[in-house]
């Protein structure tokens, strides 16, 4: 991923918020957890330390990888952060490769572990009204 990715971009983050939905209205975040694969810096951040702007940088020189980003990037629009400039939505390309395929785990982000044979935090261990696994850990 380094050697493919390393020419345009300084940083390659993985992000994921946990989040309880509101009808109507904005998702109220609860944390958010980032890596930065290249450095290994890792961010795990509770609602009361969550401030006004993105703890990492969101410019053209830092890629984030996600999972579904129009979750992430509704949290980031719940909390007034800028959405970053440069994204690659994993789902997309996880369902591209799965096209017309039967996925017996599934087609979301379990599914996409499990059918690379990643091991993953169960959908069980997550508190009622989550809305994806456990932050990155």
Do not use: H
């Not at 971009?9 to 946990?18: I, R, T």
């Amino acid at each position: 991923l380094n050697n493919v990715l390393a020419p345009p971009f300084d940083e390659l983050w993985a992000e994921d918020f946990e989040w309880i939905p509101r009808r109507g209205e904005r998702p109220d975040v609860v944390c958010y957890g980032a890596r930065e694969l290249r450095s290994g810096r890792t961010l795990r951040l509770w609602r009361d330390q969550l401030g006004p702007t993105s703890p990492n940088r969101t410019d053209s020189r830092a890629l984030f990888l996600s999972f579904v980003f129009n979750a992430e990037g509704v949290s980031r629009l719940s909390l007034g952060w800028q959405l970053p400039a440069k994204i690659i939505d994993l789902s997309t390309l996880f369902r591209c490769v799965v096209n017309g395929r039967i996925v017996p785990q599934g087609k979301g982000l379990l599914g996409a572990l499990a059918y690379y044979g990643i091991p993953s935090v169960d959908a069980m261990c997550r508190p009622s009204g989550f809305t994806s696994p456990c932050p990155i850990s």
